[in-house]
């Protein structure tokens, strides 16, 4: 029998669309509905037959839905929750997948009726592609799926949730929303942020052209062009949204840069070798811990 | 007929040991001879028959070379070009595979007799392991060798070297050697410095504990890890001898942050996404160029 007898996914990008194919291929959902604005989504959500349902109205989406998900930008949370507050069922349980937490309750519950279960929960997954052809429904497989329920959330729902997401392949992990956001600030948002920033940093140079940057990015500058390839209005909106945690672990950051920046200017080798033999265990950490491959080069290919 | 009569590789890490299993499978060298001061190196470069003569005598090794590639972190190569100096044939080239280039000149010179030519290069490739075990004779494929020759060296020895490069399947690019320390502090030294920089903020933080930094590290953070685990004597090497490059290029980089910083503080979204906007190019551009490979999420595996 299906986890839930009807599931609504609102959002069909990469995420959304990775979801649907996930509760497909499991059976989780008696009945499939998805919805997205974007005019350019619609023709792949039909022709990969990634829902049973794509409506054209948010309301009818979400109508007798037991369990909805919004997976669009988090920016787009409050006018959403306005237009479906009252029209979703009692019982339901509305989750999201995005990457920011603490901000989730403050969107949602204004316009949300009595009697539906707020479970905010993200995905710790992704790749830097985007819309509903970049999915696949194995991204969520030995990936981290968190919870943020509030202490009172109803725990059989919760309970619920986290056996959809075991059963799309994740492991399930309930933390408090606040600490979820510091987290997420240092694994995620400030290396997004520093990818963005390198990428336009070597973007906007003079004396060095753009094709030379191209040119020679394999010495290290193309591993951060990936992330900073993301979804831009997604990643605008986790900045504009956990603001306080991303700018705590930025001061951290640019404070060590200044270090090493001096280290540099004072020729100061030890202290530049210490720093740069302390992190070479962290990456070993990662790979054992099976967040990562363990391949030279993330198994590049160099037998063309 | 080998392309040099005998090559002698100084330095038998990553690139040492790939260019000399490189330099047997297209037989570029009549006789191959090897040197590592490291003791743990001996033994793979024995079993593995990476060379044909392993020499525990420097002098001794450069004996009669026609091409010697000094493949040692750059702090070394003062004290080698001393020892070796007055030991080289006349009409050799000495060249090396380091990442700074203009320093070289200034290492090598003051010791390197009359008739040698010394021919500075640097292959923009390589992966975050290290040590004879770790090199492959394809790594330098498709890649591009920066040859830094001074105005008024043997064009014929500059080409001979060009050949050698092109032998092993790079392409080869002729350029000033301060130059080529501008274009590669953005495009390997400072993406290298910011992270072992961030990963050291990670590992420093007591709020989040290191295993959550480990077990949440798909979120972004783990992609920095890989650079952050290269070899942390050449990196320390390559900042001290290219300090006013990458002081320049770290300047841009930290007003630019300081600048995206102020716009999340400001919530200003528009710069946001402006921003994140203009680099999603650029990522194209490097796919296309044939310097990354065009799959999704560095084509990690997500189906185990």
């Known amino acids: 029998m299906a986890l839930y007898e009807k599931i609504t996914i609102i959002g069909m990008g990469l995420i959304g669309s990775s979801l649907a194919r996930g509760i497909k291929e499991k059976s989780l959902s008696g009945k499939l509905t998805g919805f997205d604005t974007n005019p350019a989504a619609q023709e792949p959500i039909i022709q990969l037959k990634l829902v049973d349902q794509l ?49 989730v309750f403050d969107m949602l519950c204004p316009h949300i009726c009595e009697g539906v279960h707020i ?17 696949f429904s194995s991204l969520f497989h030995d990936r981290w799926a968190i919870l943020t329920p509030a202490k009172n959330t109803d725990k059989d729902a919760v309970e619920k949730l986290s056996t959809f997401w075991e059963a799309l392949g994740s492991n399930v992990e309930i933390m408090d929303a606040a600490h979820h956001d510091k987290v997420l600030a240092i694994t995620s948002h400030v290396p997004h942020l520093i990818a963005y920033n390198i990428v336009g940093t070597a973007h906007d140079l003079e004396e060095v052209t753009k094709s030379e940057v191209i040119k020679f990015s394999a010495g290290g500058f193309r591993d951060f062009t990936r992330i900073a390839a993301s979804n831009p209005t ?50 070993r950490q990662i790979i054992d811990a099976g967040q990562e491959e363990d391949v030279a080069d993330f198994g590049r290919k160099h037998d063309e």
Chains 1, 2 share one sequence.
Request: glycine share 8%.
């Open 55 to 103: 409506s054209d109205n948010l309301m009818d989406a979400v109508k007798d839905a037991d369990l909805i998900i919004l997976a669009t930008p988090v920016g787009a949370y409050s006018s959403i929750a306005e237009t479906i507050g009252h029209h979703l069922k009692k019982g339901a349980t509305l989750t999201d997948v995005g990457s920011i937490k603490s901000a």
């Open 119 to 135: 479970i905010p929960a993200h995905p710790v997954a992704g790749t830097e592609q985007s819309g509903p052809r970049a999915g």
């Open 234 to 283: 997604m990643w605008r909106d986790v900045f504009l949204n956990n603001k306080e945690a991303v700018l705590e672990m930025l001061g951290r950051f640019s404070e060590d840069l200044t270090a090493l920046q001096r280290a540099i200017r004072w020729g100061d080798g030890d202290a530049l070798y210490d720093m740069f033999e302390k992190t070479r265990r962290i990456r």
